[in-house]
């Protein structure tokens, strides 16, 4: 409770500084902004009614490899654990990190601010696009730990869901929620410096990695991993397409640039 505590607490700080970027001529981009949340959770709540074959197959391939890992996840863990050593020990701890909400909102936090204050659009726009994405997954994966109700593999309680009586916080395996927030980021960063050929290739290893991570240090199922990074991935896309942008433009008539939004 004392994670969810902080974490609350920042999302609000950083949601305040989002509506204190609002002033002056930027108002309505923070107006729309804000209004884009519940707008883009009902794109996402009507989108498969527009569906195509091709949407419905990717769907149906989710679901099917999440069954799969969901029964080999025991065989999956018992491997892991066996070939545990000093090296994976010290690569997971340093992998780990880039899903600990601690560090990425404050990260995130001051991007947004810092773009501000030092004039650069694409880096406060970066930092929006970010908070958002990770407030979007994170509801998603927050809401399915205490729904689902899935021990933890250190536990030795088994993998299955609704295995005991009752509902508590401690029964929040699925899904992963490191993996869901660096998923959340990989995608708008790849997409946002599309321009530096390395930048993706880095972001998804982190975010593989860092998956990884969580079934190697025994806190979560494979199936956990899986759903957690494709909840992460779809509202990194869901909030590139769905989100008012932020970009400068020459202003003759103010002798210098102002801000201004897109879609």
Request: charged residues 15%; contains cysteine; positive net charge.
């Amino acid at each position: 409770m004392e994670h969810m505590r902080k974490t609350l607490s920042l999302l609000i700080v950083l949601i305040c500084c989002t509506t204190w970027l609002g002033a002056d001529e930027s108002q309505s981009f923070g107006q729309n902004y804000l209004k884009s949340y519940p707008l883009s959770v009902w794109q996402a709540a009507q989108s498969p009614l527009a569906w195509q074959s091709k949407q419905w197959f990717q769907a149906g391939a989710i679901v099917l490899s999440a069954g799969a890992l969901y029964l080999t996840d025991e065989d999956i863990q018992g491997a892991i654990q066996r070939n545990r050593s000093d090296l994976s020990e010290a690569f997971s701890s340093g992998f780990k990190l880039f899903g600990e909400g601690e560090l990425v909102l404050p990260t995130i936090g001051a991007s947004i601010v810092g773009g501000y204050l030092f004039d650069s659009p694409k880096t406060m726009d970066t930092g929006l696009l970010s908070l958002k994405s990770f407030v979007l997954s994170q509801s998603v994966t927050q809401t399915l730990k205490l729904a689902t109700q899935r021990n933890r593999p250190s536990t030795d309680k088994g993998k299955e869901f609704w295995s005991e009586s009752g509902f508590k916080r401690k029964r929040d395996s699925f899904p992963s929620g490191h993996t869901t927030i660096v998923w959340s980021l990989a995608p708008i960063l790849a997409k946002q410096y599309q321009e530096l050929r390395w930048m993706a290739p880095a972001v998804y290893s982190i975010a593989t990695l860092t998956s990884i991570s969580r079934v190697h240090d025994n806190n979560h199922w494979s199936s956990d991993i899986f759903v957690g990074a494709v909840i992460g991935y779809y509202s990194a896309k869901l909030t590139l397409n769905s989100t008012p942008r932020m970009q400068v433009i020459p202003n003759p008539e103010k002798q210098g640039i102002e801000f201004m939004y897109r879609f």
